[in-house]
């Protein structure tokens, strides 16, 4: 059987001219085009990266590469939740923030102890997800597969065996940049929606990753100022499109969105995907990722959020989606804290 998935890990706006040309009464969402494929975009993007950034990310890569073939992924680890330690010890100003962040979220629900290891936990996983982003191109293909654990993979692709598309709404929680990298290693076709503002990092570790591996150089890169009649094609060719709804930019008030309530405050979040995969029939899904020691990582997917063969694009449907998802971010927080994020 044949899988594809697009994975979004922007966490920018559509172009709001973009999304008006197309539907103005849509908005939201992320939207790519096919005339964007070009498969030396990485090496685009690295001339725009300057000599000095990717002079300190080449250093950073020959150190930490070094210790990966001296010590293996362990070592590595070890390395990188010591220095995650270190950080959590001496950056007082981002404990705070954590802290701030979490008795807004939860109240008094965490006791001091319990807020401690979280916040240590958080610093550990940031610094140590970084690292393995930066090396992840001196690994062998095998090494990656045997740390990815996908225990709703047979869900999914049930979903996508029904030829009418699947929707993976994700969230900005968790090391979503390494996600769509691990679905590359899993036998899907995967192409990604970014914004053209990417960050230096991800620019440059993009074009290592395309002359690393082949699966990465079958990849498509997408942008998020594009048309979005692709996206109603995609699902229509029994594709698996993903992206990220909590968006919490004012943005253009031609962007469609839905004021949820999560953690007892009002958000708005983007639904124009949300929308277009109702109407198009295809199955929502909602996923995360969480990251385990030894760089596991662990691919989570819910259950459809709506029955795809019933679901309307109707403003009691859309609110009703929206709300789950809410609920469903709400729930994975409070089972892992360290993944909170903004802060």
């Known amino acids: 059987m044949s899988r594809t998935i697009v994975t979004s890990f922007d966490k920018h706006a559509l172009n709001l001219r973009a999304w008006h040309r197309a539907d103005g009464t849509l908005g939201g969402g992320l939207v790519y085009s096919r005339a964007n494929m070009a498969n030396d975009v990485a090496t685009q993007d690295l001339e725009t990266v300057p000599w000095s950034i990717r002079f300190k990310f080449g250093l950073s890569r020959f150190f930490f590469g070094a210790v990966l073939k001296c010590f293996s992924l362990s070592g590595l680890y070890a ?12 950056n007082h100003k981002r404990r705070r923030r954590f802290h701030e962040r979490m008795k807004q979220l939860f109240g008094d629900q965490y006791d001091r102890r319990r807020m401690r290891s979280a916040c240590r936990r958080y610093f550990v996983r940031l610094r140590c997800d970084r690292i393995y982003y930066l090396v992840f191109d001196l690994l062998p293909p095998e090494k990656i597969i045997r740390r990815i654990h996908f225990p709703q993979r047979d869900m999914i692709d049930a979903s996508v065996a029904r030829g009418r598309g699947v929707y993976m709404a994700m969230s900005h929680l968790g090391a979503q940049h390494v996600a769509g990298l691990l679905m590359c290693f899993l036998g899907y076709t995967t192409a990604a929606v970014r914004d053209r503002n990417e960050g ?17 150089r079958a990849a498509r890169m997408f942008y998020t100022d594009d048309l979005p009649r692709d996206i109603y094609r995609w699902f229509q060719s029994g594709g698996l499109l993903g992206s990220a709804l909590d968006t919490e930019r004012a943005g ?13 405050e009002k958000k708005e979040y983007l639904t124009g995907t949300i929308q277009i995969a109702l109407r198009c029939k295809a199955a929502i899904h909602q996923g995360f990722i969480v990251s385990k020691p030894n760089f596991h990582y662990d ?18 449907v859309v609110q009703e989606l929206m709300q789950t998802y809410a609920r469903n971010i709400e729930e994975h927080l409070r089972q892992f804290p360290e993944f909170v994020s903004r802060i």
């Open 252 to 264: 253009h008030p031609n962007l469609k969105r839905a004021a949820v309530e999560i953690f007892g």
């Open 200 to 216: 230096p990092l991800r620019r440059y570790i993009q074009e290592r990753f395309a002359r690393r591996f082949s699966e990465v």
């Open 299 to 316: 691919l989570l997917g819910t259950p459809v959020l709506i029955d795809p063969d019933e679901g309307q694009d109707t403003q009691e």
């Open 79 to 90: 390395l990188g939740r010591a220095f995650g330690i270190c950080e959590w010890l001496v």
